[in-house]
């Protein structure tokens, strides 16, 4: 349920997780990962209870520092696999820096000490650790983060933004003193060295507000055996009103929870006037009771850990949602869809979702019926979901796949309605702030990172293009986005369906363009790591070739190692189609960058005229291959220029016209223009007959560099030959377009039968492709689909003379 950074088109450091990607420096401007104080971590039942950093200092009660755990859930909880991390109130180093893992189990109301490094001045002795560890803490200010993991963070709140996905992994985060990150909108106290940060309620508390939560009090390190103190259900009494809230009549404390019927005790509050009508509830930090009927069943572990639940007698304002999130899992009180409750707990509001947390009662009273509110997008102009957060509401229209980035990382969609949205620079008439209002983003209900088990892979697993109508949910919020959490299946239908090869173009000549997506034959660089990932992405890349059945091919991204990678794949395409039947090109000026462009060709039906040529021009980065062909035993020539221009990745290099300009088209647009420029030169000095420039230009299809080279006489053959419907090659974002092109001088386009693009990759989602780290076993095929991130385009041409 997580959103995350993309990279940008091109260039990528392989098809890995996206740390990696945002390493290799792939971010689009102005589209940055930041999690800026305060924050908020993923919800936990072991909480931080206390954290001391003055230990063996002058004047200090202990010879160590510690940082004590506390349990103040209702169920044993274990430590194994998890970690504490500390880094600096507001220096660079990263939480991974300084780590320790933990490990055994915490029963309600326990605690666990966590003896840390000793000062030079030896004093008293801590009570006996259940865990002992060598970080050395700040005796002042500095930043605690109990993690889910073993692995370090390599981020720190402050210099070094958490994303989402490394937030997700802080299960409780105390800043004290002058720290940069930290929970709510203060941190804890400033310590001493003979104070320690005191979590409120003997462990108990836990508001997401480290200033509220902690004090600065006398050291008094707990450990596993000690008395348990489990977090008893608190009688709900409304708090005071915020600082600064209205000065409305406070809401008269209901009377204690009497020892009958826990059902006897009413609502003091009404859903809608938790929410409010605007994002934040007016209510916030407030414990209130209310009562609605369960919608959305997500309690289990690696779901969301609680419930959605709405009000059956709404009130009379649009404007304020009725439904509500309860973070309890069902541990602590199982519920299921059509129970009506009373829910007790405090009102928080977490990563942008107003729910109750911590929840201290939840009574099932009955039963009852909440039918879905039903919604047709897109969105009114200047509207939210808002009014509509926590609700069970259900899409009668049919809703297309437009994006599928996150499937198998966090089991997400998105779908829009009126079809797949396309890049506002790829064709005319795209209105972005339509296409936004037409979207929904579809979860699983799940906050597990890589499951399993992801959704929408059976019958067969879902493509862009296909569409499904009826889908319904609960639309909750979080990670920037409102979302829905669908209550019901939801069944896609192919209605993009797969072709096993690509449409006919006719001629007698087959000219393809495809980028490999990083083949490498050095493993653990930017293709395979390992021998198996190499073999399963040769078998997909082969499988390309041999269903295009192409005379000639323009290949990016192939290793530049001189002719190793080329004439592997070479081979293990003639292995499959026949020996003999290609033949690689030898680039004369690949140049120095890690990948270059190549060709291959069918010697049976294509002759090389002259010797393959290229540019030491520096302003291409990956020199073109340029070689000229006629049909075996003479007849008119064709001049193939394949061509990878420079990458929309943003980094520090850009400057002045190469960087971000706001116009949409990304980073180095100038530097593609100049290629472009260049390209047309090189057709003009050399005398090229009948050019045809292919290959991945990374720019879309109404953006300057295609401009500058139809204006220097060359014709897109995509736009002339491919329906509008099916004009892209590349997913990026969300937002389909084409990054491949074709272009054809004037003569030569007289001679084109048809061109088509294979829709065998950007349909197709990225768990299906080589890679081994997180991609299901099941899902692997050995085919076409999904062997690269870009569409291969197929020209067909029909040239007079020679034979066959």
């Not at 020892?259 to 930090?285: F, H, K, M, W, Y």
């Not at 920037?480 to 690509?502: Q, V």
């Not at 039947?581 to 462009?597: R, S």
């Amino acid at each position: 349920m997580r959103a995350l950074t993309r990279a940008c088109p091109d260039d990528r450091s392989g098809a890995r997780a996206v740390a990696a990607l945002a390493a290799a420096g792939l971010l689009i401007a102005g589209v940055t990962v930041a999690a800026a104080a305060p924050a908020s971590a993923e919800p936990s039942a072991v909480v931080i209870s206390q954290v001391y950093g003055g230990g063996g200092n002058s004047g200090a009660p202990y010879t160590n520092d510690y940082v004590e755990l506390f349990n103040r859930g209702a169920a044993a909880i274990s430590l194994d696999g998890w970690s504490l991390q500390y880094t600096s109130a507001t220096g660079t180093g990263q939480f991974g820096s300084q780590k320790q893992n933990l490990s055994g189990s915490l029963a309600p109301g326990q605690y666990h000490l966590i003896q840390l490094s000793a000062g030079s001045t030896p004093s008293g002795a801590l009570p006996s650790a259940d865990t002992v560890g060598a970080l050395s803490l700040s005796a002042t200010a500095g930043k605690v983060a109990l993690v889910r993991s073993t692995t370090g963070l390599a981020c720190n709140g402050g210099s070094s933004p958490c994303t989402p996905e490394q937030a997700a992994q802080i299960a409780d985060l105390v800043g004290y003193g002058t720290a940069n990150y930290f929970e709510g909108p203060a941190a804890a106290p400033g310590l001493s060295n003979s104070t320690a940060a005191v979590r409120a309620g003997g462990g108990c508390a836990d508001t997401d507000d480290n200033a509220a939560d902690f004090t600065a009090g006398t050291p008094a390190p707990r450990n596993t055996a000690t008395p348990p103190a489990p977090c008893g259900v608190a009688s709900p009494s409304p708090s005071a009103s915020p600082s600064g809230s209205p000065s409305a009549s406070p809401t008269p404390s209901p009377t204690p929870t009497p020892t009958g019927d826990p059902c006897d005790l009413p609502a003091n509050r009404q859903i809608a006037e938790v929410q409010g009508s605007g994002d934040a509830s007016p209510l916030a930090g407030q414990t209130v009771r209310v009562e609605g009927i369960v919608t959305g069943d997500f309690q289990e572990t690696g779901q969301q850990s609680g419930f959605y639940f709405q009000d059956p007698t709404p009130d009379s304002d649009p404007a304020t949602s009725d439904g509500l999130f309860a973070f309890a899992r069902a541990s602590f009180k199982d519920v299921k869809a059509g129970d009506r409750v009373l829910v007790t707990g405090r009102v928080t509001e977490f990563n942008g979702l107003t729910e109750l947390s911590p929840v201290t009662a939840v009574d099932v009273c009955g039963t009852g019926t909440i039918n879905p509110k039903a919604y047709d997008l897109p969105l009114a102009g200047g509207a939210t979901f808002e009014p509509y957060e926590n609700v069970l509401v259900t899409f009668p229209e049919p809703l297309t796949v437009t994006d599928h980035y996150n499937l198998g990382r966090y089991g997400e969609v998105t779908l829009a309605a009126g079809g797949r949205l396309f890049q506002p620079t790829d064709r005319k008439g795209v209105d972005p702030a339509l296409d936004a209002r037409r979207s929904l983003l579809v979860d699983d209900g799940s906050n597990t990172e890589n499951p399993a088990t992801i959704p929408y892979t059976t019958p067969q697993t879902v493509r862009l293009g296909d569409s499904a109508a009826g889908v319904t949910g609960v639309l909750s919020y979080g990670f920037g986005a409102y979302r829905l959490e669908p209550t019901k299946p939801i069944s896609f239908l192919r209605t993009n369906p797969r072709l096993p090869a690509p449409a006919p173009v006719g001629g007698n000549v087959r000219v393809a363009s495809l980028n490999t997506l990083n083949w490498f034959t050095t493993l653990g660089s930017r293709g395979a790591n390992t021998a198996e990932e190499q073999q399963r992405q040769l078998k997909k890349i082969v499988a390309t070739l041999k269903g295009l059945d192409a005379d000639v091919v323009g290949l990016m991204e192939v290793e530049n190692n001189g002719q190793t990678a080329l004439n592997a794949l070479v081979a293990a395409l003639n292995a499959e189609v026949g020996a003999g039947t290609y033949a690689a090109l030898t680039h004369p000026y690949p140049g120095t960058d890690a990948i270059h462009v190549a060709a291959i060709y069918k010697p049976a039906k294509l002759a090389p005229v002259g010797a393959t040529r290229s540019s030491a021009d520096p302003v291409f980065r990956r020199p073109p291959l340029i070689q000229t062909f006629r049909r075996v035993g003479g007849g008119q020539p064709f001049t193939l220029l394949v061509n990878h221009f420079k990458s929309k990745g943003c980094d520090e290099e850009a400057t002045g016209g190469d960087t971000d300009q706001g116009d949409g088209q990304s980073c180095y647009n100038a530097e593609r223009v100049r290629q472009a420029k260049a390209v047309l030169g090189l057709v003009d000095s050399m005398d090229l007959p009948n050019p045809l420039v292919i290959g991945d230009l990374n720019a879309y299809g109404e953006e300057d560099p295609i401009h500058t080279l139809e204006a220097g006489g060359l014709t897109s053959l995509s736009k002339r030959f491919v329906p509008e419907a099916q004009l892209y090659s590349y997913l990026f974002d969300g937002l389909s377009g084409e990054l491949d092109h074709a272009m054809a001088g004037k003569q030569l386009v007289k001679r084109v039968t048809g061109a088509t693009i294979w829709h065998v990759n950007a349909d197709e989602p990225r768990i299906l492709d080589y890679n081994l780290e997180f991609n299901p076993p099941s899902l692997y095929r050995p085919d076409a689909f999904r062997s690269s991130d870009h569409d291969p385009l197929l020209i067909g041409l029909n040239l007079p003379g020679g034979k066959g």
